[in-house]
T-cell receptor
C-alpha cells in the first residue's frame, strides 16, 4: 500500500525557534492534511491542502502542497509551549481512504 | 454538535474476553475508520468503511471485526482479546474522498488494556 515517510521523527527545540517538518510519498495525492495530537487526545486538523503548489497559513503555521504532489511541508514559526505534541501528515486520493504518516514528536526544551 | 464520540473511554479486559467499541458520528460522513496507536508510534489503520453496510481491511485487521449497520455508527469488535491488543483506539470519520471536504475528524480515543 501507499506509505508516507514523515521526518524528522522527533524534534527538541527551544521556545521561540522555528520548526520545519515534511512528509514524502511514493505516490501522488490530491489532498494533504496536517494534524496535531496533544497528549491523551485524538488528532485535530490544523491545515488542509487541495492543490499542488498551494501554500496555506493558519496563524503561526504554514503548510505547502508540493508541486510533484508527492510531498508536503509544515512550518511553525516562533514556537510556544503549547506547540508540544505529535504532528501527523495525511494524504488522500478521491474516493480512497486516508493514509497517515508516522508522526513527528515535537518537544520544547525550557 | 458532538462530532465523533467513542465509548467507552477506558477499559480493562482479561485475555480471551470479547468486547465492542462503539463510534458514533453526527456529521453524516460516508467514511469511517478505526485506528490503533501504540506508545511512540503513529496511527495504524485496522478497518474502515466507505458507507453503510460496507467494511474493508486496513493494515492490521487480524483479531478485529467491524460492522457498519447504520451510517452514523461504526463498531469495532475484539473476539478474543490478547495482550498485544493493548493500545489506544481512535475512530475517525470523513466525507467521501473528493477534491473538497475530505478532512477526517477524530474521536477522543479508547484506552484498552488487556491483562
Amino acid at each position: 500500500g501507499q506509505q508516507l515517510n514523515q521526518s524528522p521523527q522527533s524534534m527538541f527545540i527551544q521556545e521561540g525557534e522555528d520548526v520545519s517538518m515534511n512528509c514524502t510519498s511514493s505516490s501522488i495525492f490530491n489532498t494533504w492534511l496536517w494534524y496535531k495530537q496533544d497528549p491523551g487526545e485524538g488528532p485535530v486538523l490544523l491545515i488542509a491542502l487541495y492543490k499542488a503548489g498551494e501554500l496555506t497559513s493558519n496563524g503561526r503555521l504554514t503548510a505547502q502542497f508540493g508541486i510533484t504532489r508527492k510531498d508536503s511541508f509544515l512550518n511553525i514559526s516562533a514556537s510556544i509551549p503549547s506547540d508540544v505534541g505529535i504532528y501527523f501528515c495525511a494524504g488522500q486520493l478521491p474516493m480512497e481512504k486516508l493514509t497517515f504518516g508516522t508522526g513527528t514528536r515535537l518537544t520544547i526544551i525550557p | 454538535n458532538a462530532g465523533v464520540t467513542q465509548t467507552p473511554k477506558f477499559r480493562v479486559l482479561k485475555t480471551g474476553q470479547s468486547m465492542t467499541l462503539l463510534c458514533a458520528q453526527d456529521m453524516n460522513h460516508e467514511y469511517m475508520y478505526w485506528y490503533r496507536q501504540d506508545p511512540g508510534m503513529g496511527l495504524r489503520l485496522i478497518h474502515y468503511s466507505v458507507g453503510e453496510g460496507t467494511t474493508a481491511k486496513g493494515e492490521v485487521p487480524d483479531g478485529y471485526n467491524v460492522s457498519r449497520l447504520k451510517k452514523q455508527n461504526f463498531l469495532l469488535g475484539l473476539e478474543s482479546a490478547a495482550p498485544s491488543q493493548t493500545s489506544v483506539y481512535f475512530c475517525a470519520s470523513s466525507y467521501r474522498g473528493g477534491v473538497w471536504n475530505t478532512e477526517a475528524f477524530f474521536g477522543q480515543g479508547t484506552r484498552l488494556t488487556v491483562v
